[in-house]
Nanobody
């Protein structure tokens, strides 16, 4: 059983930065492709970023490309999402998840999620 706990959310002004963390209570988290998703009020949950098991392959949604950076520290069982140049439209609940790769590629697709965290709120004003 995999448990994921997000932290680091909060309220920030437009143009600011936040760093989200996702701690996994599972051994060998390095074996999992990991992703970040978000859900704004009244909208569907969407994939934001994903990172392959070794950290070498990453995926970003077009809306966050160049502003967000996903990374992982397998020794600490933790995945991060560094968010810079935040915009009001980034306001959402952010979730981390384990993701099953597609054709060997780690992408943030809802249909490929196995486990979800409880989420952390990000509010940009």
């Amino acid at each position: 059983h995999v448990q994921l706990v997000e932290s680091g959310g909060g309220a920030v002004q437009a143009g600011g930065s936040l760093r989200l963390s996702c701690s996994a209570t599972v051994r060998y988290v390095g074996l999992y492709c990991m992703g970040w998703f978000r859900q704004a009020p009244g909208k569907e949950r969407e994939g934001v970023a994903a990172i392959a098991t070794g950290g070498g392959g990453t995926y970003y949604a077009d809306s966050v490309m160049g502003r967000f950076t996903i990374s992982r520290d397998n020794a600490k069982n933790t995945v991060y999402l560094q968010m810079n140049s935040l915009k009001p439209e980034d306001t959402a609940m952010y979730y981390c998840a384990t993701v099953t790769p597609i054709g060997g590629l780690c992408v943030a697709r809802m249909s490929r999620v196995s486990y979800w965290g409880q989420g952390t709120q990000v509010t940009v004003s």
